[in-house]
């Protein structure tokens, strides 16, 4: 589904990325880890096109999506989260699910002006269904609060639920579990899982190895930019270069 | 009680369509403000919009509501000529792209013949009704309103909050933003055109950057979570200079702590919008 | 004929420069493009005439003074309109259109105080003598105001290549957070820049009043336009970009002034911002921007 060639990343003279090559298949929950400063959010920029690569290809779908505007990646089927969450703050929480929803609706701005019944429908439908979006995230009962009331764990749940509205083939997900609480972390990884039930591939980056080793089937290793390791849970987790460079002390099971 | 009625409206009928003309003006600097831009140059824009319909009024007798369209249809071209190369970039260059426009808008209209040079244009023919004025007012309010709750607005708001995030939900930000801008232009070239038709006269001094930061001083006062907001704000800050002649040439500094002071202890102006909490 | 044009542009240059410099300090380390920086300079040129006026005062206690009065004008421009927005988060338009009211304040009172008229230096305050280069032919005036400025600049680059307080500005534009973590006092560094920055737009606005003679309250408009259309041209936040950038646009205009026509003059700037957004928008100097992920 997702396909990495070779790619390439320097900062001013700093190889961020060093011809990375990685394929990501339909259906998976896709666990992306590494030390800090190992270039795993700046790999999540490149495949949305906040970034571009100094070298290499992202294929998408069998799409050559490289050098395409992050909304042209969006209409391809890619959503993401943000690792410092970047929900629309001040809107409510409904109006941020159908923000993103934005690409599902067709309706043009003569139909806005004059009310058009393509209009009405287009909106209660969608309506509805961000509603059912939230309700996966037990957020539902705060549709009409303002986002910026969210606590935290909270505020990383809805910035879920809006990349999921954008009904992607892909889900980027960076760090879902930073700064939550156990409870908090358990309950997330029960709606990754059940997001990924639903058909969603995903993609994510996380530091809290019990969430990655719970939930990922495939986990990839980066460490100053290369990839050091890919395989299941189990077998990076007993990969030699993989303790020596990331797990430390963390014994093999 | 009619009389005190029609002297009232004698005195006033000026102040009243002065009223209506700045709120279409802070109307036009809202739309780019509600996705995060600021524009400087709408009082350009406005000046474009007066000469060209005085212009197409007085050298092609042309009928005044194709002069109308002629004076929003010209800025509205010129702002897109300058939104797409400015609003690709993310923050503060529509700003300060659009300041320095306003003084090249006026050397323009200053070395043209046909705009009458230093001296401006004179005897513009008093076209301007107070219901041209009510209906142009009337149109962008159901124009607001509806953008409020469609996918329109939903987007523009959202690329205010958040930019990358926005573009990441696959909406289109670059032609968004030229949008706003486009129609904020064309919004600023109808209110020039209908000033025109009643002031008689256009000196290509009157559209440079105190009447930009007046307009700007618009919005912010009343602020921008609403356009109900920057529609309150031009209210007060058209009719209030009336009562505060005494400040004489110092009414520009009003403006000024104005800005400051609601920018800093005021973020949202003073009509604010109150979501459930 | 071309050498002199070269000369004049020499001396416009580097006073655009000199104002440029400033300003995109201010935008280096405070991330604010502060539009409030050509009143900061018309304050200055007061300031400085004031001092040769009342006290009979020279060249040097009168750009020094000017100095001194714009770099407390823009210390206090920061401490009530920008700090406060630093202490929370803001849009990132806040600071611009604070900035803006200070400008329009700061005016609107000049204003009020000096009316509109126009401001001279006593007649012989600068002696006529003048200097043959070449073909180029240079009064004392113009080699003072490019030596100046050019002082300055060198003073300002060296300061923050060499010194303890040149490292902590640089560290504080780069993040002001890492900066903050290392010890750095990022608070006084962004009002020390304040200071300075504005203090060399005062030296700008003092050396400009002198070059044409001419003091008034709405002397820092047409600057502004030309300060950020070098910051564009330069490359934002980019100390040599100015100085370059200064340069340049000055040569565009004694050229467009010499071998065009003077009416569109106060035009090229806008014409060269808006050719350089549409070609190469980071500036000569800029890296590519990239949007933060």
Known sequence: MLRLENIIKDFGGLRVLDSLSLQVGEGLIFGLIGPNGAGKTTLFNIISGLSRPTAGRVIFNGTDITH????????????????????????????????????????????????????????????????????????AG????????LSYGEQRKLELARALATSPKLLLVDEPAAGMNPAETEELMGEIVQINNRGYTICLIEHDMKFVMGVCRQVAVLNFGELIALGSPQEVKCNPLVIEAYLGKEECK | MTEFLMSFWQTYNTLFYTVLVHGMLALSIYITLACGQLSLGNAAFMGIGAYTAALFTLKLNAPFGLSLLAGGMLPAFVALIIGVPTLRLSGVYLAMATLGFGEVVRVVFLNMSITGGSVGLNGVPPKTELWHLLLVMGVLI????????????????????????????????????VWAFVIGAFIAGVAGGLNAHFTFFLSPREYGFDFAVDILTFAILGGTGTFWGPLVGSTILTILPEMLRFLGSYRLALNGLILVLVVVYLPNGIITVKKKD | MF??????????????ALFALGFTLIFGVLEVITLAHGAVFMIGAFAGLAVVTKFNAGLIPA????????????????????????????????????????????????QGVFGAEI????????????YNFWAMQLTLLQIIIVGVALALMLIIIFLLNRT?????????????????????????VFQLTSFSASALGGAAGVLTGINFNAIHTFMGGPI????????????????????????ILGFAEIMSVAYLSSDFRDAISFGLLFIILLVRPAGIFGSNIERKG
């Open chain 3, 224 to 247: 502004m336009h030309r300060g950020i259309a070098v910051i564009i041209l330069g490359g934002m936040g980019d100390i040599r970009g100015a100085v370059v950038g200064g340069l």
């Open chain 2, 142 to 177: 159901y124009f607001f309103l509806k953008l409020k709750n469609s996918r329109f607005g939903r987007a523009l708001e959202a690329i205010r909050e958040d930019e990358v995030a926005a573009a990441v939900m696959g909406i289109k930000t670059t032609s968004f933003k």
């Open chain 1, 142 to 149: 705060k549709a009409k609060r303002q986002a910026e009331s």
């Open chain 3, 63 to 110: 750009i020094l003074v000017g100095m001194m009065a714009s770099g407390i004008l823009g210390w206090l421009i920061d401490l009530l309109a920008i700090r406060p927005l630093r202490k929370r988060k803001f849009h990132h338009l806040a600071p611009m259109i604070a900035t803006i009211g200070c400008a329009t304040f700061v005016i609107s009172i000049s």
């Open chain 3, 3 to 16: 050498l002199q044009q070269f000369a004049n542009a020499l001396v416009l240059g580097s006073v655009y």
């Open chain 3, 119 to 130: 401001y001279r230096f006593p007649f012989d305050f600068m002696p006529a003598t003048s």
């Open chain 1, 68 to 139: 395409l505007p992050p909304s042209s990646i969006a209409a391809c089927g890619m959503g993401r989260t943000f690792q410092n969450i970047r929900i629309f703050k001040e809107l409510s929480l409904l109006e941020n699910v159908l923000a993103g929803m934005h690409r599902l609706f067709t309706y043009s701005p003569v139909a806005m002006l004059l009310n058009l019944p393509v209009q009405k429908r287009e909106e209660k439908a969608l309506r509805e269904k961000a509603l059912e979006i939230l309700e996966l995230f037990h957020l």
């Open chain 3, 164 to 188: 303890k307080w040149g490292k902590a500005v640089r560290a504080v534009a780069e993040t002001p957070r890492t900066a903050a973590l290392l010890g750095i006092p990022v608070e006084r």
